[in-house]
């Protein structure tokens, strides 16, 4: 893990497009720390603050429908650039907010850019395996979480020297911006349009059964961070101190995951990857579910952690390397799989609770994820080499 961390490092344009993916984590962690403020500032209910929160996936789901066409006029590095600076003036005026009216603008917004950003950094890691003949796409996404970390530590640091939220944005968005401008050559550097100008098309099997993969991920994402504490202390009835354990554990295993899978990905190959993360996913959620003790359902969450960490960064490279079409298209079609798990997920489950218990709820990820590894194991795709699909004309649809 080490040595793969310092050859990441020492690759200056990799590093400047993966850094990216921290500077998402950070400004989604600022905003997740600022909600309470807003809510109580704003007078929203739970109901009400539920349905304005709806409004990123609508923004990142009206980004699915134009990525192509956009991607199609923009080169990939000035969109980077340009991107993230406008997301982080969208995140100080969404954490500033002064109405209701404000908050949904700038979550439309926010979900809009956002999806857009991650298109164009995933694509453009994806290139760069190619151009260094080894993955980077594990390693990239791990900056993730390394980013959703440090921003929860800044979050605790600001408060505790009593700096409100709305001026914790503006820190982290000045700070952001000023090592944007630093790397600028590097992203500036990534002239290509990564679309032509063709449309959406009709996908086929394989396509969707990727897509249908990394729903049940983000599913199993979603839900650790929503069910996670209350399973531990109305389920298992956990003392206060373990009941945040469960995400810690999973959030810690999924950084780690990623720090390896590079390495992993190439060894064992992504097929197996895929196969063998759903099943050790489905083996956590078992062991979450009929835990006698907390301390084995706390390891169930590790477990799930691991098992979900390597799978979406194969998935987005999977969806850049399709024979027929762009890696706009791919990632576009592969993600809304992603995006219908994460907004709808946490709510199924809570479903379920209500009629049910919420360890039944959680049952069904267990399915899931092993329909996950089945469905994986018959996939055309996640088994091909990265060069796939540079032979190929992407309006030349074979599929």
């Known amino acids: 893990m080490v040595k793969n961390i310092i050859s990441y490092i020492r690759l200056k344009p990799v590093l400047a497009v993966g850094f990216l993916l921290s500077c998402s984590s950070l400004l989604f962690g600022t905003w997740v720390a600022s909600i309470p403020g807003i809510k109580e500032r704003l007078g929203l209910t739970d109901g009400s603050l539920g349905l304005s929160l709806l ?133 500036l550097a990534h002239k290509e349009i990564i679309h032509t100008s063709s449309g959406l098309r009709l996908p086929s099997l394989s396509i969707l059964s990727i897509s249908f993969i990394c729903m049940v991920i983000f599913m199993a994402e979603g839900c650790v961070a929503d069910w996670s504490g209350i399973y531990l202390k109305e389920t298992m009835h956990a003392p206060p101190e373990l009941v945040s ?24 190959g992504s097929k197996k990857v895929v196969i063998a993360g759903s099943l050790l996913a489905a083996a956590g959620f078992s062991l979450v579910v009929f835990a006698p003790v907390v301390i084995m359902a706390i390891i169930g969450y590790v477990l799930i952690g691991f098992g979900c960490s390597c799978i979406v960064p194969v998935l987005f490279s999977a969806s850049g390397n399709i024979p027929g079409v762009s890696p706009v298209e791919g990632y576009a079609m592969v993600t809304t799989g992603g995006l219908i798990g994460f907004l709808t997920g946490p709510s199924v489950i809570g479903f379920i609770s209500e009629k049910a218990t919420l360890a039944t709820g959680l049952s069904l990820l267990i399915l899931l994820a092993v329909a996950a590894a089945v469905i994986g194991w018959k996939n055309k795709f996640l088994g091909q080499s990265t060069t796939l699909n540079t032979e190929l004309e992407y309006d030349e649809q074979i599929y």
């Open 55 to 187: 409004l990123s996936p609508l923004g990142a789901l009206t980004g699915v429908a134009l990525s192509t066409k956009l991607f199609s006029k923009v080169s990939v590095g000035k969109w980077m650039l340009a991107g993230y600076v406008i997301v982080c003036l969208i995140m100080i005026a969404q954490i500033n907010t002064v109405s209701v009216y404000m908050l949904w603008i700038c979550l439309y917004l926010f979900g809009f850019f956002s999806f857009l950003n991650g298109v164009s950094v995933n694509t453009t890691i994806n290139r760069l395996e190619k151009e260094y003949n080894r993955k980077l796409m594990s390693t990239s996404h791990a900056l993730y979480s390394i980013g959703g970390g440090v921003s929860a530590g800044l979050a605790i640091a600001f408060f505790g020297m009593g700096i409100p939220s709305g001026w914790q944005i503006v820190i982290v968005a000045v700070v952001i911006c000023c090592i944007l401008v630093l790397s600028r050559h590097h992203l």
């Open 245 to 268: 354990l469960g995400y810690a554990g999973f959030a810690i295993a999924m950084t780690i995951g990623r720090l390896n899978g590079d390495d992993l990905i190439s060894k064992a």
